[in-house]
């Protein structure tokens, strides 16, 4: 027997799942599109079965957390659950029917996780550790849209790092410029058009402080060493500005040389941005 669950993961970047999205507001057959603090939101997954045996009462199981890189089952935010029976080679796309509500402490700004599996014809691994990259059955999306000040251009945003192993790491973070195409496969489910107009970000980086103007720090393109206490969570920001009316920002946690965890931001210029029109993906 076969019996191979997957929730895609995005490309080039893993953190930018299609297959995992939200709805704002009180109907869950709403117009996709991103957490909205204060107001109720709900999960959807497309879950595949690759495999050549059909699946009956999968479970797919939904989580939230604060932007952050390297979260595990144990430090994520658990939502609820769904089932799901799927034929092989099925599709089918599942909503979580616990709707939760973002808080005003991170200003809507979420990663949403997903993970798909049977207990007995394909269990997950042992590990709490999501292993987005390397495991089939669960995808992340990690992306928030920043506007920028109408006269500053400026933007930041708070994040944190999670250490999730027993002892001691030291963490690389960088950021990575994309484009804008890197998206167009979750035009559907992130509720707003991609900006037509270019843009490029300049000085770029990290500091400590969660809200920039509180603070004399000079940004770090690169922060290296960065040394999280076993279990523990550091919080950064990322700040910059905006020439022009989009750009794509990337940040990427890597140990020892390897990419180990990632979130991205829309930076859009100030009252730039377009709703999408209604309609689930």
């Known amino acids: 027997m076969s019996v191979q669950l997957e929730i895609q993961d995005g490309s080039p970047h893993w953190w930018l799942s299609p297959d995992v999205w939200t709805v704002p507001g009180d109907d869950p057959e709403g117009a996709p599109g991103l957490p909205i603090a204060g107001q109720p939101c709900y999960m959807w997954a497309r879950v595949h079965n690759t495999g050549t045996d059909v699946v009956a009462n999968a479970t797919v199981r939904f989580y939230w957390a604060n932007p952050s890189v390297g979260f595990d089952r144990t430090s994520a935010n658990y939502i609820g659950s769904a089932n799901v029976t799927l034929n092989s080679g099925e599709t089918k796309e599942v909503l979580c029917l616990v709707a939760w509500q973002p808080v005003f402490v991170n200003n809507g700004h979420i990663c949403v996780l997903a993970e798909a599996f049977h207990n007995t014809s394909d269990p997950l691994p042992a590990s709490p550790a999501f292993n987005v990259p390397t495991d089939r059955h669960v995808a992340q999306r990690n992306l928030s849209v920043l506007m920028t000040a109408p006269m500053k251009m400026a933007f930041s945003m708070a994040f944190e790092i999670h250490n999730t192993e027993r002892k001691a790491r030291q963490f690389t973070l960088k950021t990575k410029v994309g484009e804008m195409a890197e998206l167009r496969p979750l035009v559907k489910t992130i509720g707003r058009q991609l900006p037509t107009g270019r843009g490029k970000v300049t000085n770029v980086g990290f500091i400590k402080a ?23 969570r550091v919080g ?4 910059g500005e905006l020439e022009g009316e989009a750009a794509l920002v990337h940040v990427i946690q890597e140990v020892d040389g390897k990419e180990i965890g990632g979130l991205s931001a829309v930076v859009v210029k100030g009252g730039a941005e377009t709703r999408v029109k209604k309609g689930k993906a």
Request: net charge negative; aromatic share 0%; with cysteine.
């Open 210 to 232: 969660a809200v920039p103007c509180s603070s004399d720090e000079r940004p770090q393109p690169i922060v290296e060493r960065l040394e999280v206490a076993p279990g523990g």
């Open 236 to 239: 950064l920001s990322i700040t």
